[in-house]
């Protein structure tokens, strides 16, 4: 999930931040990123049982704005944007004409006729440069304004309490899934409610030069009950909650059928969208695998890579995202099944050894 840092990586708005705080800084999707402050499972544990606060400043914030932006979206994406009402969120995918996984996004409807489309920061030009082509013949503007965005996430069960410390705005009124234009700390912002940990929480859009000021009075508002949280836990904290990786469970070789999101391609649209030959294909055949969830219960971890073995030693699956537990307390792990095997006596081959593995439905945790 990360490499030394390079020469040539992007530092995000709250690079010094990070430094100041000694985080263990690594090239994540081309950005400087922090993959732990010092302890990522207390910085995970701080997410699950107070509030943990993420820099996404690597994000990619591209807007469709004008008359044909919605059905711009339509077309290019699998969902139904048309039907996203104002201030709401949707999450999709942007697929190739055969099926496979570009990107999965989150859009949000800002106005009548402005969309904000967050892709991933490792697949934000392939985005833009698909929006920008697919768009074609629809009265719309694609603007990419990643550079011009910081992106700060607050997430967990204390999220709203130390948010309203700093913002009069009515957090309250503001459902899952949606976006709202208030002030954080006198800072103009769009607060959005998604989250990507499997906690209730908040993400923060400002103008790249306030982030550094709205990450210092968030962490004046929060204190001892607010932590700095980096891609570590970030990590352990998705996978627990079942949510897919791009480059892990999601790629240009997976549909969304494979990864179990066949709810999100809107076969009903009334008109054309790419891909939809082959999704129409896809949704009468049952996938050749399935992405679904294992524990085990020794001290070994399935990693990436590795294979989901019978009990007779014959390969029947892989391993796309693996990591020790901190919520749970034993190793965790989603993994593309073949369809039809056999799954009593499944193992992963962990280097030449199997270690038993039971399947178990996702997500793996789920906050009450």
Known sequence: MSAPPDATAKKTPLHEIHRDLGANLVDFAGHLMPLRYGSETAEHTAVRTSAGMFDLSHMGEIFLSGPGAAPALDYALVGNLSTLAVGRARYTMICDAAGGVLDD???????AETFLVVANAANSDT???????????????????????????????RAQEILARVSGAPLDELKYYAIMAGRVAA????????????????????????????WRALTEAGGEDLRPAGLSARDTLRLEAGMPLYGNELSTETTPYDAGLGRVVKLDKPDDFVGKTAFAALSQTPPGR????????????????YDVITSDGTPCGVVTSGAPSPTLGHPIAMAYLNTGVDTTGLAVDIRGRPEPAELVNLPFYKRS
């Open 105 to 111: 996004l989150i859009v949000y409807r800002v106005a």
């Open 127 to 157: 985005v833009r440069s698909e929006l920008l082509a697919r768009s074609e013949g629809y009265e719309t503007a694609v603007d990419d304004r990643s550079e011009s965005y910081g992106l700060i996430a607050v997430q967990g069960p």
């Open 290 to 305: 399935t992405l679904v969830g294992l524990v085990t219960r020794g001290r070994r971890v399935p990693r990436h890579g």
């Open 187 to 214: 800072i103009d912002t769009l607060i959005a409610r998604t989250g990507y940990t499997g906690e209730d929480g908040f993400e923060l859009f400002v103008a790249n030069t306030e982030a550094v000021r709205l």
